[in-house]
């Protein structure tokens, strides 16, 4: 082999790459013996971060039906009649390709990611329930995440990373500080500007939109988002659908004291494949099993399926149609020091994507479009409002890949088009009935349009680069604003690595929980990151900075830093998490809702004897801060009516902590599974105070606080 490098070298002064695949060539026409024994493969897949890849699909290239996935340790084992290529296959990452002749034991097959930025992001795998054809339901604790804080809901199980700093038990994903706006939510990389239900007319919303879907994977990319994700600038989570075609066909049921909930998944055909999800909602039983834990909540009721078609057009082509539909109820009781009545709000809504993939040679080409459609129904005393918007996402992605490197180019086109009508009140605390209200009519239109060129190239064994430009254009005003990132990756060793990440980036953001009306927001951030390994143990660590600058809000400084420590052996597998931020603003040093001293998280899972699970959750951290009620004035024309005179500064509530609990248990029936599961949130039914209540004079005050202990349990059947 030595020999033939050497003259391969002196005869042809060619790239390493090129001279190592004609190696290959004059190997592969070398005469070859064929085995009749029985082969046996075992060995691991590994990722870009060499950690093991659960889930993934290692099958024959004659024998696609032989499949076999990985385990939680990402190993393997597969037995052959006669030689063959093995497809080694993990959604965000290339196929590889590995020719078995002979028996091999302990083998490591490590993959590329499809996008090299991609091996910065964190990644939360789905862990699907039995006949695995669609993810787990919502609430079903055999649920994606194996978190006992999560509700089988993705964004909820985001929301309990070290990296996550939402200030309340919201889906609203908030990453090392920065508002929810600013996190992009992207499902099968095409950006959903509401990612939330059971929302209020201010997109706060108790779970996400992703529940029900067959999810695949989900990353979580903490810092400096890469520049192919359209409208986004402090970071991002990826969600991806299950791409296969499924190879049989099965069917799922979800009883549970919510509602009920059906799933089908089917071939159609050799290259194209169903799977549908309808789900009804219902907590009237949910309130009578917790009186005091849901007694704001009046009525909700829910309709929503989704529908998700795969088409194989040929070699290296694919289509993909993904729709969503949901109609949504919901009433509960809000309290204001003037007025106590019920909120009352239904949103019809309807979300289609399209994914078009090709590949050919080192060209990978995707055509992404999207159209998101809501009309929201809000009421509240004289409030009454409706709300219609509409967002279309088109997007062209080029990506190009060599031996090292890795180019990406495309362009993408947002236009979002709101209009809200209604009545309000003349005077905004008289929200009575009977109180005056006054008609108004408010239409937003805005175009957005990037384009983006990204490059990353591998420097030897050890280093990995990534530079990355996309300037946004805004239509209506002529706007153009730019986005430029890099990144620095160096593995010290086996399974341990440092991160450096960091750029400006430029967002126009909606209005919603924080963000009052659309804006700009520019940012600069940097973030050092260290990942680590050694046996059962694991760890992570980072560190990082951010200057936010916004057209209509006051401009922030963010500092902050996070570690988790891992351990994972045999049954067991645990985790535990300190984050602390600094996140004030600019000019009066003020701190924010998402400043935390400290944040504590630990998760603990058990595997029990008889295909048992039990899972604990515990939540630790400083309270959020609250304006300070300082004095107060009488308003004109009222009896015993006052305004409140906030101080400058707030104050802290008081800390907040919380244990959350899951048990599942599986079992067989005949040709299915049942799994049964049971889900106590909040189980020490801790009164943490979200903030605080007035009277109309404000001279008394009670807490309002957020969820107290809720049981939640079901079961679900798949054949």
Request: aromatic share 10%; net charge positive; hydrophobic share 40%.
């Amino acid at each position: 082999m030595r020999y033939a490098r050497a003259t391969l070298r002196h005869i042809f002064p060619v790239s390493r790459c090129l001279r190592n695949a004609l190696i290959l060539l004059l190997l592969g026409l070398l005469p070859g013996t064929r085995v009749l024994a029985q082969i046996n493969i075992n060995g691991m897949v590994r990722g870009a971060e060499a950690e093991a890849l659960t889930g993934a699909y290692v099958y024959p290239g004659n024998d696609p039906g032989a499949v076999v996935t990985t385990d939680s340790t990402g190993r393997f084992a597969l037995e052959l009649a006669q030689p063959d290529t093995l497809l080694v296959t993990f959604l965000g990452y290339r196929t590889l390709r590995y020719y078995a002749a002979k028996t091999a034991e302990n083998i490591l097959l490590e993959l590329t990611p499809t996008d090299a930025s991609s091996i910065t992001a964190l990644t939360v795998r789905a862990s699907k329930i039995p006949h695995g054809e669609l993810a787990s339901l919502r609430f079903n604790q055999m649920d994606v995440y194996r978190d006992p804080a999560a509700k089988a809901d993705p964004l909820l199980a985001v929301n309990s990373l070290p990296a996550a700093t939402n200030p309340d038990e919201t889906a609203n994903v908030s990453l090392r500080g920065s508002p929810s706006e600013a996190t992009g939510i992207y499902l099968n990389d095409v950006p959903i500007r509401s990612a939330v239900r059971l929302d209020q007319s201010n997109g706060v919303g108790q779970f996400s939109l992703f529940g029900s879907l067959p999810l695949r994977e989900v990353n979580v990319y903490a810092s400096a988002p890469p520049v192919p994700f359209s409208q986004t600038s402090a970071g991002a989570v990826a969600i991806y659908t299950d791409p296969r075609t499924p190879t049989n066909t099965t069917t799922g049921l979800s009883l549970h004291v919510a509602g009920v909930g059906l799933s089908h998944a089917r071939p159609l055909g050799e290259r194209t494949g169903l799977r549908a999800y309808v789900n009804v909602g219902n907590v009237a039983a949910f309130r009578a099993l917790n009186p005091s834990g849901l007694r704001e909540l009046r009525k909700s009721q829910s309709l929503d399926g989704t529908l998700q078609l795969t088409h194989r057009i040929a070699e290296g082509k694919s289509l993909e149609f993904f729709y969503l539909g949901f109609d949504e109820t919901f009433r509960y009781e809000l309290t204001t020091p003037y007025f106590s009545g019920n909120f009352a709000q239904r949103k019809p809504r309807h979300l289609g994507i399209i994914n078009y993939r090709q590949e050919s040679g080192n060209w990978e080409v995707a055509i992404n479009q999207a159209l998101d459609w809501e009309r929201g129904e809000f009421a509240l005393g004289n409030l009454n409002n409706t709300t219609r918007r509409w967002h279309n996402h088109t997007a062209l992605h080029g990506t190009h890949r060599s031996c090292g490197r890795t180019v990406r180019l495309g362009a993408t086109l947002n236009a979002y088009d709101d209009l809200t009508t209604g009545r309000a009140p003349v005077l905004d605390y008289r929200l009575a009935p009977e109180d005056a209200a006054v008609a108004y009519r408010s239409a937003e239109r805005h175009t957005l349009i990037e384009a983006y060129a990204a490059v990353s190239e591998r420097l030897g064994s050890r280093w990995l680069a990534s530079v990355g430009i996309k300037p946004i254009h805004q239509l209506e005003v002529g706007q153009l604003r730019l986005n430029a990132q890099a990144s620095l990756r160096y593995r010290l060793a086996e399974g341990n690595h440092l991160h450096l990440s960091g750029g400006r980036f430029a967002q126009f953001l909606p209005p919603g929980p924080n963000i009052f009306a659309w804006q700009t927001l520019d940012l600069t951030q940097g973030a050092l990151e260290y990942k680590g390994t050694d046996g059962n143990w694991r760890w992570t660590a980072a560190a990082f900075a951010k200057r936010e600058l916004y057209s209509a809000a006051p401009d922030l400084n963010v500092l902050g830093a996070e570690a988790r420590l891992d351990y994972e052996k045999g049954p067991w597998r645990t985790w535990v998490s300190w984050t602390g931020v600094r996140n004030r603003v600019v000019n009066t040093g003020e701190p924010t809702r998402r400043d935390f001293p400290f944040l504590a998280r630990t998760r603990v899972h058990r595997e029990l004897p008889g295909a048992m699970t039990a899972g604990l959750a515990a939540t630790y951290r400083r309270g959020t801060t609250v304006r300070s009620l300082v004095d107060r004035e009488e308003i004109l024309g009222t009896d015993g009516w006052f305004a409140p005179i906030y101080a400058a500064t707030g104050e802290r509530l008081p800390n907040y902590a919380r244990v959350d609990l899951a048990f599942t248990k599986m079992f067989i029936l005949g040709a299915g599974t049942v799994v049964v599961y049971l889900n106590v949130n909040n189980l020490l039914g801790t009164e943490n105070v979200q903030g605080y209540e007035y009277n109309a004079a404000f001279l008394e005050r009670r807490a309002a606080v957020y969820s107290r202990r809720l049981v939640f349990f079901g079961g679900v059947w798949q054949l």
